[in-house]
């Protein structure tokens, strides 16, 4: 596997993980059944392309990207931290939709960096990307 590929993947995955640990964080702390549902679908999605990304890395002979426990600690204290005095919807969408930003720009910053990959490396950055613009597009009606 190509040093551009391994690297474009491994933020896949990373982003990936985020994402269904913010959710999972979240979905403890709502009681709104119709945002854990769309909380649900987005994190099944997330784990699709995060499978994606294993598949590509393992079929490359490369090595998965393990979850740091001191990231899972630091996001779940953010979260925990910013719905402390509001735990209103809105401020749940708004974690999620600052969280799906981030997980955009790190994707175009990796995209840009690594710009050997290959094209089915990138449709997969690609995809997440595109799934994270509807994410935030359909979370700003909870706002």
Known sequence: MRH?????????????QIGMEAIET???????DDFSRQLSRQSLRYSQIHDKALDRILQG?????RPNQVTRMLL????HLGT?????????????IQSGSRGITSMWRAMQHNRLAA???VELAQELVDFEQESIRQLRKYL
């Open 4 to 16: 551009d590929d391994a690297k474009i993947l491994r933020e896949v995955q990373r982003s990936t």
């Open 26 to 32: 979240l979905l403890d702390k709502t009681e709104d």
């Open 61 to 65: 002979d490369g090595e998965a990207q």
């Open 76 to 79: 779940r204290g953010g979260i």
């Open 84 to 96: 402390a005095l509001n735990i209103s919807r809105g401020r749940m969408a708004e974690i999620m």
């Open 119 to 121: 094209d089915e490396t």
